[in-house]
């Protein structure tokens, strides 16, 4: 029998590819193992740094005794959390951060266990603190990298993805382990031989992809029902629609297009952060902010603010506030005319204020009063061309970036898509990162956001 096999890379004969995918399981197993590992190694070896670069004159050997109490905890939640499941190996950020969020609540749940149980002043708190902090930082980097090289590392890639294409149906087949092409695995053959040969021809794999005509879809859904793997089924016409998931209602099967406002829980604590940021920050930069607009006043003639109409949540609009670094009389309220490199426009203070992003800085009374947030898609000026279209004649999504706040900073800025949009992709550039965000939040994520904006506060593209 001919199952049809064939690598994408290089053609193989059948019997090495089946070798492959049932050593599969075995191979994440061992993926996994390594990882728990190097997660336990992580948080040990952090707490004995911070032995030593803190040591109480009675610790003893408290290092160890504190991340022998955080280890079980942490691989019990990190279990839970799925920090070692099959999404991670595809996705490495995702599994830093699940490890992180793991990390975060079982140090949490340690010192407030020794808290009830009165045995908290045993424990050296400056040594748990930097020992938390030294273990979040290097466990990051350890799950990021492991992740990323796992494939190279074992020769092969743990997560076998399998593609069917039935008939001539084409589809890009990078990504995918195996290609199966057999003409005697018939959907529409419904005896147990034929589910026999497509449950052999799968085995080891973890995820299956079907390209097929659409008289067979209800077929191959019949087929892989009971397959007792996660099986998909493309489906061209839904690109357009760019569904999130598929949802139910009145009993009948819906395609959810848009997750509406974050849940009161997740708007509560975006909101905190927000209000928690922008109040200390505007506190502490005070004096700072002083002198930026002494020096407004001085360099030239206007007032220290520029404000602008912008298109916020909802896509209400409202006026958003910027240090203001072109003269007067030739400041464009509309945004039609983007800044240029070498703009006669900006003034002398303006240049500088522009190059480091300290022109942003007055957006902080936006989002205190509530019309922006710290992390979002960046707001657009109601005029914002890029060759010579509006931004929404270039891409039809551009309306779903403002399903939130808009940012202070977001996931475009910290890739680097910023400054002029000479050419439509540096639009879609934005967009496509803006709409990625929106899709897939987290606090975690805005956090990272505002952490990797630090190092983009100086950029080519700001002026």
Not at 141 to 169: E, M, T
Not at 357 to 368: A, C, K
Request: include cysteine; glycine fraction near 6%; aromatic fraction near 8%.
């Amino acid at each position: 029998m001919n199952l049809g096999y064939g690598s994408l890379k290089a053609a193989a004969p059948a019997k090495v590819q089946n070798a492959q995918r049932l050593n599969g399981s075995s191979l994440r197993i061992r993926v996994f193992t390594l990882l728990a590992l190097l997660d336990s190694l992580c948080i040990v070896a952090s707490y004995f740094a911070a032995s030593l670069i803190y040591k109480p004159a009675s610790s003893g050997n408290q290092w160890l005794a504190i991340s022998l109490a955080i280890l079980p905890v942490f691989l019990v939640i990190a279990i839970n959390c799925k920090a070692y499941s099959a999404e991670v190996l595809r996705r490495p950020t995702k599994g830093a951060l699940r490890g992180l969020q793991a990390l975060t609540v079982a140090a949490g749940a340690v010192i407030m266990a020794a808290f009830f149980l009165k045995s908290s002043e045993m424990i050296s708190r400056l040594t748990y603190c930097i020992g938390f902090m030294i273990s979040f930082a290097v466990m990051a980097l350890v799950r990021d990298i492991f992740l990323r090289k796992a494939a190279r590392l074992f020769g092969n890639d743990p997560f076998a993805v399998a593609l069917i294409c039935d008939g001539d149906q084409t589809i890009p087949q990078d990504g995918f382990s195996l290609v199966l092409a057999d003409p005697d695995i018939d959907p529409d053959n419904h005896c147990p031989m034929m589910f026999d040969r497509l449950a052999h021809a799968l085995k080891g794999v973890d995820r299956v992809v079907v390209s097929c005509k659409p008289e067979r879809r209800l077929s191959w859904v019949t087929a892989l029902k009971g397959a007792n793997i996660h099986s998909e089924i493309v489906i061209p016409e839904l690109q357009l629609l760019a569904p999130l998931s598929v949802g139910h209602w009145n009993g009948r099967t819906t395609l959810v297009i848009a997750q509406g406002p974050l849940s009161m829980f997740d708007r509560l604590l975006k909101r905190t952060l927000d209000l928690a940021a922008s109040s200390m920050a505007l506190v502490l930069m005070a004096p700072f902010l002083l002198i930026v607009a002494i020096a407004i006043k001085l360099d030239s003639p206007g007032p220290v603010f520029f404000v602008q109409t912008r298109i916020g949540r909802g896509n209400r609009m409202f006026q958003m506030l910027k240090f203001r670094s072109m003269r007067v009389n030739k400041t464009g309220q509309d945004g039609t005319t983007s800044t240029a490199r070498d703009d006669d426009r900006i003034t002398r203070v303006g240049r500088i204020i522009r190059s480091t992003s300290i022109d942003e800085l007055p957006q902080l009374i936006n989002v205190l009063i509530g019309d922006m947030s710290i992390v979002g898609p960046r707001p657009h000026a109601i005029g914002s061309r890029a060759q010579n279209k509006l931004f929404w004649e270039i891409d039809e999504r551009y309306w779903h970036r403002h399903a939130t706040k808009p940012g202070l900073t977001g996931l475009a800025q910290v890739r680097g898509f910023r400054g002029a949009t000479d050419h439509e992709s540096d639009l879609t550039n934005r967009l496509q990162a803006d709409l990625e965000y929106l899709n897939h939040w987290s606090i975690w994520k805005d956090f990272q956001i505002i952490i990797m904006t630090f190092k983009v506060l100086v950029h080519k593209n700001a002026y």
